[in-house]
């Protein structure tokens, strides 16, 4: 048994599985969350009968799950699918759907009346992507770094031949391997995963591209998303680790070089040997830290991912007409993508994605019934504040859900729920309700990014989506091993 104790601000993925990592190493660990239940942004809302999971719903690259768990000597607590196919994209006014399959030859069929050599250029492009995947892993996404040149030197030894893909888009890059809007957009859309648009994402980020099609594809988990917090709940219970719920930290007391304790709204001390932030890494630094670097201002001149407008949707019938994960798009991709960070008139005619949930997770929905989720992705509130629309735009995509599906879904609602950017923010403390943290730009990712260790306390440090790697639970869960790391370097 280890003597020393951590506390860990914010029960997100990050928070949680940091908590792991630390309690089987002998620590005592306890997690401060501000909300009334664990999981921040992977969380679930049950209302009505139905049951959904309010964020993650795409589970990917599951070995970085596995290794987890290796490390933390368990069998993860929750048990995923692979899912085939990977996705379903319709486009509007085109009565096919695209089926994505990880089964290459079946994939290029889909595309045989617009690409007729699909099947080359996807084996070629995939074989690039997967080049940048293995080659930046370990090397870049998988590192801590102390110092500019200690970065600098992690990018050189990335082969030259990537340089190409630190300068241009990921749109630039798949148009550079396919001629149709069809493959071009829907080889693309992976790219909202990073909360940016393929128009402004760097096109290193296509080696997501490998990760989806070659490499593991997506799973269910069974029961549905918020089973991984369950799980990781029950493993953290074996280790007495406490949670206080309902506690926002507010304020930090300093003492020398180290952080003494944290304060939270009631005015309660929090003391321990070390801290580890999971609440989002600029946000807390400005916020709770009252650093000018992180201030207000400055933090609205970073780049910041979309908001999202999400709808939880329980329907008194069942939709065996729908994949679990479909795509639907209009017919203004490239002027869509391009405004839809800054333009709320685009709203109009909405792009969003859907997951039916209970299609594979029967216990979410009443028997006969379906709980859907919709992800619409929207200006964050620094481009719009007002979202007293919310219901029209909520409106205007059922709407458009029943024509693409030539069935109105309408008069079967018996449960809906909106979150606009502004609940986003106001539950989690993220900043201007941006979905996923901050951007993956040049200047922020690597050793630009806020890092997982505090500039000025020596006993602080940082997990979760907006310090190093970057966001997405996979990452997050990166993140949680860069952060432990650098806790256990420091207590030794
Ligand atoms: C709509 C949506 C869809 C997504 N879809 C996917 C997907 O399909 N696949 C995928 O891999 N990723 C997806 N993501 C991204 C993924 O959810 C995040 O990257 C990940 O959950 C972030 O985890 P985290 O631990 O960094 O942060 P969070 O989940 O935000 O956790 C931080 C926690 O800290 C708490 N907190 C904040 N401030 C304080 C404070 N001052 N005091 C105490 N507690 C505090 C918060 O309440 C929260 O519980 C999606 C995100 C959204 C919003």
């Known amino acids: 048994m280890n003597n020393k104790h951590i506390i860990i601000a914010g029960a997100g993925l990050g928070g949680l599985a940091s908590a792991l990592r630390l309690a089987v190493k002998g620590y005592t660990v306890e997690i401060i969350e501000k909300n009334a239940q664990a999981g921040g942004r992977l969380n679930q809302l049950i209302k009505d009968g139905y049951t959904f999971d309010t964020g993650p719903s795409f589970f990917s690259m599951s070995y970085i799950f596995e290794e987890f768990a290796k490390d ?33 030859h079946k994939l290029s069929a889909q595309f045989q009346d617009v690409e007729p050599n699909f099947e080359t250029r996807i084996i070629k492009y995939l074989q690039k992507s997967g080049r940048l995947f293995h080659d930046t892993l370990g090397p870049v996404i998988k590192k801590n770094f102390d110092s500019l040149p200690e970065y600098l030197l992690s990018l050189m ?49 296509t080696l997501l591209s490998y990760t989806e099609f070659m490499h593991d594809g997506y799973y269910n988990v069974e029961g549905g998303m918020y089973k991984i917090v369950k799980g990781l709940l029950e493993e953290l219970k074996k280790y007495h680790v406490k949670i206080t719920f309902n506690t926002e930290i507010i304020e930090a007391v300093p003492k020398g070089n180290n952080v003494a304790y944290l304060v939270d709204r009631e005015s309660k001390k929090w003391e321990a040997d070390v801290f580890l932030i999971n609440a989002d890494a600029a946000v807390f630094r400005g916020k709770v830290f009252k650093r000018k670097r992180y201030s207000e201002e400055r933090l609205d001149r970073m780049k910041w991912t979309t908001g999202y407008l999400t709808m939880y949707v329980g329907i008194k019938c069942k939709l065996p007409q729908i994949n679990y994960h479909s795509y639907f798009l209009g017919n203004n991709f490239e002027e869509y993508a391009n405004n839809i960070l800054q333009n709320p008139e685009i709203l109009e ?80 403390n993220l900043h201007r309700g941006s979905g996923l943290g901050l951007a993956h730009n040049m200047r922020q990712i690597g050793y630009f990014r806020p890092p997982n260790y505090d500039e000025e306390y020596k006993n602080v440090f940082y997990t979760g989506a907006s310090t190093i790697p970057g966001t997405g639970l996979p990452m997050v869960i990166i993140s949680s091993d860069l952060a432990c790391r650098r806790i256990f370097k420091y207590l030794s």
């Open 72 to 104: 933390c000597n368990i069998k993860l607590p929750f048990d995923y699918v692979a899912l085939d196919p990977l996705y379903s994209v319709n486009f509007k006014n085109n009565p096919k759907t695209y089926y994505l399959y990880k089964d290459i």
């Open 157 to 205: 030894q990335v082969r030259a031949v990537h340089l190409p893909v630190l300068l241009r888009s990921f749109w630039k890059q798949v148009a550079l391997n396919f001629s149709s809007k069809e493959a071009r957009q829907i080889i693309s859309l992976v790219s909202f995963f990073l909360g940016q648009t393929p128009f402004d994402t760097m096109a290193v980020y």
């Open 349 to 428: 005619q909405p792009y969003y994605y859907v997951n039916v949930v209970s299609k594979h997770n029967t216990d979410c929905a009443p028997e006969g019934c379906e709980s859907l989720f919709f992800v619409c992705p929207v200006p964050n509130l620094l481009y719009k504040p007002d979202w007293s629309d919310k219901e029209k735009i909520a409106d205007s995509i059922l709407e458009d859900f029943s024509q693409r599906i030539k069935f109105n879904i309408k008069p079967e609602v018996v449960s809906r729920t909106i979150y606009t950017p502004l609940d986003w923010q106001n539950q989690f």
